[in-house]
């Protein structure tokens, strides 16, 4: 069978579509840092946002600690749920895609482990066990921010 030449062309068109769309999700949206990192480049509205969620982050790793500290495992539970998988599902598409691969995955595997060490709290496992699943989880924090900074465009 010979295939038309539109036919060719619009597989080649629908080809670069998808190769296009592939590289974004990989690669996302970077640039050069200003330091040894790279950057992901967003809008100040989505740059505010992705800096939002980062301080609820650091919120609910010092409301982790500080329900460790005062044996409080309720705390802890509710601390961990706020930066859980729910605190990630209101992140839009367009936003999605300009950030790189590896980048998400971090981002995901935080969240993740949060709804990890709320289960753990809520199932009564020891304070050190919870301190080592948090110490892991932190691991996740310094491997992005060794690897990425934000920029808006
Ligand atoms: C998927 C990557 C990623 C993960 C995982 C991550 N961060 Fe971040 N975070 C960033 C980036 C990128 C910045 C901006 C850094 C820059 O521009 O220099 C940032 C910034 C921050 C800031 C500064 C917020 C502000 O208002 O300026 C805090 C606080 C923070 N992160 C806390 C955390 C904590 C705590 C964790 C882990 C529980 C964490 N982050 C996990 C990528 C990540």
Redesign the pocket.
Known sequence: MKLSKLALLSLALWLATVATFAWFFVRGNTAAGTDDRTA?VLQPIERDLV?GE??G??TA?HGILQGINVGDMKQVAAAARSAGMGAAVDLNPALMAKLPLS?KE??MT?HHRMDDIAVAAESGKPAPEIMGMLTD??S??IA??AS???QSN
Request: net charge positive.
């Open positions: 992901v800096l980062m301080r982050l650091l790793t980048f971090l981002g935080v989880t932190m996740s924090c992005c921010h990425w900074q934000l």
